[in-house]
């Protein structure tokens, strides 16, 4: 079955707006996983805007609790990664000016930096993602570098979907990378941008085995509750 991984950054974000404790993501995190969220997705970034160091600690410390981590190839970052141990790291590309992540990472730039990185991670058991645009030439250098997943950025097809524009064909590049990847036995993430209805566009994609969101969801829990809006997306999952 498709799983489902909630990043709950965005509580952090609120929490962090009055400079108090409140709503805490520890609390977040276990209510999350309670509701029915097969693993949770925090992002630790260079510039702390959300997630924390402490928040990090905290949250890969709770038992029975999955937790992927997004992180930079940043030095500091992955020696924090490498100390806390989640069970999953996603390494996405990172620029201090970005509202959110613009895209996939370099791969073909940065592929011997992003390699050395995965090695370590590999060292430590830690399962490792990367994320990348629906590109063929990214799908073959992250099995190359001996990533395990792929998470497929999908920011684009859903904006295409949400302005009720013609998208069949960033699906089709999506599809088709999520085909080869597994081919080559690379596991299938897609996440970014995903709302009620890109997520049932993206589950006929038989490939694709987890889905992490978390802006929208985060943003539809104001009005219905983080509950209730955790339970759609996993009936969608399901279907």
């Known amino acids: 079955m498709k799983r489902l991984g909630v990043n709950i950054d965005h509580i952090a974000t609120l929490r962090n707006a009055r400079g108090e404790f409140h709503p805490d993501p520890i609390t977040a995190a276990k209510f999350v996983r309670k509701a029915g969220a097969d693993s949770i997705t925090i992002h630790l970034r260079e510039d702390r805007r959300h997630i924390n160091n402490n928040d990090a600690k905290k949250i890969c410390s709770i038992n029975n609790l999955l937790v ?5 190839t940043n030095p500091e970052i992955v020696k924090i990664a490498l100390k806390i141990k989640p069970n999953y790291i996603c390494i996405v590309p990172e620029n201090r000016k970005e509202i959110t992540t613009e895209g996939g990472l370099n791969l073909k730039k940065n592929k011997i930096k992003i390699k050395n990185i995965i090695s370590l991670f590999k060292k430590k058991n830690i399962r490792t993602s990367l994320f990348i645009d629906p590109n063929i030439d990214d799908v073959k250098i992250s099995k190359e570098i001996k990533s395990d997943c792929i998470e497929i ?87």
């Open 68 to 72: 992927n981590l997004e992180i930079s």
């Open 153 to 239: 950025h999908t920011g684009r097809l859903a904006n295409l979907i949400k302005s009720k524009k013609k998208y069949q064909k960033e699906l089709n590049r999506v599809k088709k990378c999520s085909k080869i990847a597994k081919e080559i036995g690379l596991e299938v993430h897609a996440g970014h941008g995903l709302d009620y209805k890109t997520t049932k566009v993206l589950t006929k994609i038989n490939q694709i085995e987890e889905f992490n969101i978390g802006h929208y969801l985060i943003g539809e829990s104001i009005f219905f509750g983080l509950l209730k809006v955790i339970k759609n997306f996993k009936k969608i999952l399901k279907k």
